[in-house]
């Protein structure tokens, strides 16, 4: 009976898997993250940013999924726009599968009157799969549909962005996996990673005379076959160089989330619990934690770059 249970978890894992390269991990604190989702987004605000997150999902099952981002943009200054550069590392687990990724940023900004700026984007990728076939326990031995010892394959990926910023407002679109890379693992297995398509974008709504600003995002994900929306809305309270936010997300027919964090002097620290509305249980969601470090970058002119940034807010 144990074994068959062990065979049932991993044809639910390798579903799980093949739906994660159909939409790529979430990340429910999405607006702190967005150049893991558009690579346009690198630099556009003058500053050095770095951050990190960590997110376990589907806790308390064996096996579940649970990823690890890690990236860091700034801007590089040449005679005329501004240009940004990042790099990301991402490292995703489920089960006896792992996909990780690193990925070199590039972004070219215009101008856009006194404090606007339109930003074109591009990232080449380093993918890598791997299946534990080693690890694998099945009730009937020697299948030659699974792998019996590790499997790996790599591919060169692209992506591609547009990101629209202000200080009140922003608004970005992009695609990831535009090669739809087929990772071939040993002899009889491949990995294809599906075309994702990201539309997102959110504003800082402030209270006149208080230190209390209403900031609402929205994040729409798509192959064309399948579709998750996410919309959220944050209260934040901020004053000499210290922000807390609490906030609240909706996922129709999959999520509700609860976010809480909170910056101060640009370190920044946050939390999100991820509660599944589909039948899994409201204690089986997923919590993420996020932190991040941001600085102003003025290389020339003094208050070259002194303005807001909502990024980490």
């Known amino acids: 009976m144990a074994g068959k249970k062990k065979f049932l978890l991993l044809l639910l894992l390798s579903a799980a898997l093949t739906a994660r390269a159909q939409m790529d991990v979430q ?10 989702f558009n690579p346009a987004v690198s630099g556009t605000d003058g500053k050095l940013n770095v951050a990190a997150a960590y997110s376990m999902q589907f806790v308390g099952y064996e096996n579940a999924p649970a990823t690890m981002y890690v990236g860091a943009d700034l801007p590089i200054y040449f005679l005329g726009p501004r240009h940004g550069v990042g790099i990301n590392l991402v490292s995703d687990k489920a089960g006896i599968f792992t996909t990780q990724k690193i990925g070199l940023q590039y972004a070219y900004n215009l101008k856009l009157g006194k404090k606007s700026r339109l930003a074109i984007g591009a990232q080449a990728a380093f993918l890598s799969e791997k299946i534990g076939g080693s690890n694998i326990k099945l009730q009937q031995e020697n299948d030659p549909a699974f792998p019996t010892s590790e499997v790996n394959g790599s591919k060169i990926d692209f992506a591609a962005g547009l990101y629209f910023y202000h200080p009140n407002y922003w608004v970005g679109a992009s695609a990831q996996h535009l090669a739809a890379p087929l990772v071939e693992l040993g002899e009889k297995n491949e990995f294809q990673f599906e075309r994702i398509y990201y539309l997102m974008g959110g504003c800082n709504i402030r209270f006149k005379n208080t230190f209390l600003s209403l900031q609402p995002s929205f994040l729409v994900m798509s192959d064309f076959r399948s579709w998750r929306e996410d919309v959220q809305c944050r209260l934040a309270y901020e004053y000499e160089g210290r922000a807390f936010y609490a906030g609240v997300g909706y996922s129709p027919s999959i999520s509700t989330t609860f976010l809480v964090g909170g910056n101060f002097h640009g370190i920044s620290l946050g939390y999100s619990y991820q509660m599944y509305t589909s ?35």
């Open 279 to 313: 039948g899994i249980g409201l204690v089986n969601g997923s919590h993420e934690i996020t932190l991040g470090y941001q600085v102003d970058l003025n290389l020339f002119k003094k208050g070259r770059n002194k303005h807001k940034s909502v990024r980490f807010l």
């Open 27 to 36: 990340f429910s604190d999405y607006t702190r993250l967005r150049s893991y």
